[in-house]
């Protein structure tokens, strides 16, 4: 009996000594993946300041939002999209402005005209909240009272004020708006206006210089960031509407210099339409 009861023992220490290890294994493994938390900066402004770029990057459609490369290549690809409210997915348009889009969208593909190639490929600001969809990644750089966005794309750049001062006349257009900030714990709160109507994708979603945008950029940790934007602009949907894109931090990254050249999606397919110009 006591050598059955010895033996029973010992294999109970050995199945607990063959368990624990990887039990104790999964323990650091789940530790080394927790989230770095954020620091805080002089000022009391969560420390965000870094490189950052989408994590699916790609400004073609707001519905599906696939890269320009996937396009072109014309892929069947079908992602989730990017509108989060309505829950439907679809951007509510009025009627006139759903028909606009439709037409921009097939001239997109079958551009005869200039001016139908996305304003994105002809050099022009992308605006908000278009440039936190697009590939290129940016730069977020923290001062005293303020937090600014820095794209190498396009040079374009926003600075906004944290101190709560008034935004500009009603009068004055911006191509990237006139945003006021504020913090709410982890989360930067943005009031865009005074915004220049623009292209949203380049399948022809759109808004008008009458667009309030409340931006949201929530960060659940030093290496995540989840972009929303909620879109009011009673000249063209039928109520607001919000659409989300998930950033991620690039510690190992560095804005490189980029140049812009008219035409860049597809420049064949328009010369064929279009023929070359005449000297």
Not at 66 to 91: C, H, M, T, W, Y
Not at 209 to 225: G, K, L, Q, W, Y
Request: glycine share 6%; with cysteine.
């Amino acid at each position: 009996m006591r050598t059955e009861c010895t033996i029973a023992l010992l294999g109970i220490a050995v199945l607990l000594s063959t368990t624990a290890a990887p039990v104790h294994g999964q323990a650091r493994e789940e530790a080394a993946k927790s989230p770095a938390p954020l620091g805080r900066l002089a000022d009391g402004q969560p420390n965000v300041q870094g490189i950052w770029s989408a994590v699916l990057a790609g400004s073609v459609s707001l519905t599906n939002p696939i890269s320009q490369a996937q396009d072109f290549e014309k892929q069947n690809v079908r992602l989730p999209s990017r509108i989060i409210d309505p829950p439907d997915g679809l951007v509510p348009y009025q009627p006139w402005a759903a028909a606009r889009r439709n037409q921009q969208a097939v001239d997109y593909d079958t551009p005869t005209k200039p001016e139908h190639i996305d304003t994105q490929h002809r050099c022009l600001l992308s605006g908000v909240p278009r440039m936190y969809t697009i590939v290129p990644s940016y730069k977020i750089v923290q001062t005293p009272g303020l937090i600014m966005f820095i794209w190498s794309e396009y040079h374009a750049y926003r600075v906004i004020p944290l101190d709560g001062r008034p935004h500009v006349a009603p009068n004055v257009k911006l191509w990237m708006g006139d945003g006021r900030g504020r913090w709410e714990g982890n989360t930067l709160v943005v009031d865009t206006t005074n915004i220049v109507g623009a292209r949203l994708t380049y399948t022809g979603d759109f808004f008008s210089d009458n667009a309030h945008i409340v931006e949201r950029f929530t960060f659940p940790s030093a290496d995540r960031m989840i972009y929303e934007a909620t879109v009011d602009d009673p000249t063209v949907f039928t109520r607001p509407w919000t659409m989300r894109a998930e950033q991620k931090r690039m510690p190992n990254e560095e804005v490189w210099e980029s140049a812009c050249y008219e035409g860049a999606v597809n420049p064949d397919e328009f010369l064929i339409k279009t023929g070359p110009k005449q000297p």
